[in-house]
């Protein structure tokens, strides 16, 4: 099981990123997929999750700006993020829960994609 993320970049205050992040491999099932980030020095800290149902939940810094969404015929995740502030530079990170036939459901990471909001 491989996660691709994809979609930081350099931005300006104000402005909109979209990332997306997509699960390869062999398996049966994705339950929640996350974003994750982390900013130089600090520790990781979650962003945002969707459920299988597209149920979401936020941080309070990113209600308002940021919003998870999934394709499930797709196997993909995404964070559409507005209005970005400096304070949301990062290494963005996506996480999913998969299970492989006949196993339980287990943490999965991408790589991280570096989101840099700076004019």
């Known amino acids: 099981v491989q996660l691709q993320a994809s979609g930081g970049g350099l931005v300006q205050p104000g402005g909109s990123l979209r990332l997306s992040c997509g699960v390869s491999?062999?398996?049966?099932?994705?339950?929640?997929m996350s974003w994750h980030r982390q900013a130089p020095g600090k520790l990781r800290e979650l962003v945002a999750t969707?459920?299988?149902?597209?149920?979401?939940n936020y941080r309070d810094s990113v209600k308002g700006r940021f919003a998870i969404s999934r394709d499930n015929a797709n196997n993909t995740v995404y964070l559409q993020m507005n209005s970005l502030k400096p304070e949301d530079t990062a290494v963005y990170y996506c996480?999913?829960?998969?299970?492989?036939?006949?196993?339980?459901?287990?943490?999965?990471w991408g790589r991280g994609t570096q989101v840099t909001v700076s004019s």
């Open positions: 491999g062999s398996f049966a099932s994705i339950n929640e």
């Open positions: 969707i459920n299988k149902n597209k149920f979401a």
């Open positions: 996480n999913a829960f998969v299970s492989k036939m006949f196993e339980d459901y287990r943490s999965y």
